[in-house]
């Protein structure tokens, strides 16, 4: 027998995630489409899109905010290809994006003295072992393995190095320590549930430092170039984005920004994805043929949470054939875990899903598991 309840939305992939409620194409405001965006309109949406991103996510007044075309990956790029190279760089990585990430530093930057701490799925590997005194490239949450670096105390305030980091499918889910941060990249399709197209890059006064008294040996592609000459080209961070942006996904993501304010700002949607996680931990407590693969109650993500069945640990079969059968009842679209990852199914928990919706799932793949088992 179908269980008999079903979520109310079956949208539980990793991103882009699910849209908030009520969301409406009609509620964006389309008056600027069809206008330039170098327009004194354009620039003042792209204005307002990068103050209430520094509202809501708490960045400091003196970090700076920039609109990047092709998202979290080409802020990340630009951060990486702008700023390595002068001091030893520790790589921190868990995950199938760390792993890109050390490919572009050692395969395409070929950039020497490096040092790799990597971990296997579900683990976090020793950060006590990175030096301050070397730049850190690093993503906050692994989305393809469900683990989270849980706090920032390991980094050091009086680092000498630059801290790099990609929060995409950390930011709107969990806290995130801006003042340990340099350079920070993330996406709006994940914690927010906006479109996907647009990165948006976070510097600190030393990365500006950085990019003002080093020159990289490379060359620099045109969306990448954070600097003019030697000076750091601060219009970027001003609106005057480096080509052009979407209007209609800056408005999208205007409306989600909007949203999470009336939800009560960033400690309301930590505190939706926390209740997220603590549904599944529950549920997986008393079920005996699924885990948690991250297993480090303290380094689990309440975004990407990723299980994994223990009987069956190498075989893909079971979570694909749970997947495809929720996929065809219409009950839960895009769980299947990350290809890069172990056999897993993976639930987006992050503050645009409801806790209830995950609470009707969990049924439905007892009852998914029961069948093709
Ligand atoms: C941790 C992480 N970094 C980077 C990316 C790539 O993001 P984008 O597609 O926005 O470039 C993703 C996408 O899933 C991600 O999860």
Known sequence: MNPSLRPSNPCFSSGPTRKRPGWALDN?????????????????????????????????????????????TVAMEAAMWSLLGPKPIDFVTYDVFGQLWVHDGLKELKLQNTRIFEAPPGFLPDLSQVNSAHDVVLTWNGTTTGVCIPDGEW??????GLVICDATSALFSMPFPWEKMDAVSFSWQKGLGGEAAHGMLVLSPRAVQRLESYTPPWPMPRVFRLTQGEKFLGQIFEGMTINTPSLLCIEDALDALSWCQMQGGLPAFIE???K?????????????WIELLARDPLARSSSSICLYFPEDPE???????????????????????HGGSLPSLRLWGGPLVETSDLKALFPWITWAYKRVK
Request: proline share 3%; aromatic share 4%; glycine share 6%.
């Open 28 to 72: 964006l405001a389309l008056s600027l489409l069809g206008r330039s965006h170098r327009s004194t309109e354009g620039l003042e949406k792209i204005r307002q899109l990068t103050s209430l991103t520094r509202e809501v996510l708490e960045i400091p007044e003196t970090y700076h905010v920039a609109l990047m075309a092709g998202s979290c």
């Open 155 to 160: 980094i050091s305030s009086e680092r000498e």
């Open 272 to 274: 939706r994805s926390k």
């Open 276 to 288: 997220n996680l603590k549904a599944v931990e529950s549920w997986v407590s008393e079920t005996p």
């Open 315 to 337: 075989d893909w079969a079971i979570p694909k054939a749970i997947a495809e059968t929720l996929d065809k009842e219409g009950v839960a679209f895009d769980i299947l875990g």
